[in-house]
């Protein structure tokens, strides 16, 4: 089991910054692949990043040269450095941690930290 816990959200104005954290704990961080998603009103889940065990990241189009997710496998923790935020940046902004071992997937959710980017 994962426990993931989001921090950092909160209002912004258009061009503004925000760095999300996702504190992990319960198991070997270091081993899953650690994303960042968001759901904006009305529209579905959508991947934003992704980084891998080894440090391999990839992006939603939309954020590509906006943001950055980083990870810290000494403090458990995976980062998403928000800069030139847009209004259509508005959602909840989940954490997940994920593997995939042979057959077998173990994936985990936090609560979601709501960023709120007005015009």
């Known amino acids: 089991q994962v426990q993931l816990v989001e921090s950092g959200g909160g209002l912004v104005q258009a061009g503004d910054s925000l760095r999300l954290s996702c504190a992990a704990s319960?198991?070997?961080?270091?081993?899953?692949?650690m994303g960042w998603y968001r759901r904006a009103p009305g529209k579905q889940r959508e991947l934003v990043a992704r980084?891998?065990?080894?440090?391999?990241?990839t992006y939603a189009d939309s954020v590509k040269g906006r943001f950055t997710i980083s990870r810290d496998d000494a403090k458990n923790t995976v980062y998403l450095q928000m800069n030139s935020l847009k209004p259509e940046d508005t959602a909840v902004y989940y954490c997940?941690?994920?593997?995939?071992?042979?057959?077998?997937?173990?994936?985990?959710w936090g609560q979601g930290t709501q960023v709120i980017v007005s015009s």
């Open positions: 997940n941690a994920d593997r995939l071992y042979g057959n077998s997937r173990s994936n985990f």
């Open positions: 319960g198991s070997i961080f270091s081993i899953y692949t």
């Open positions: 980084i891998a065990s080894g440090g391999s990241a």
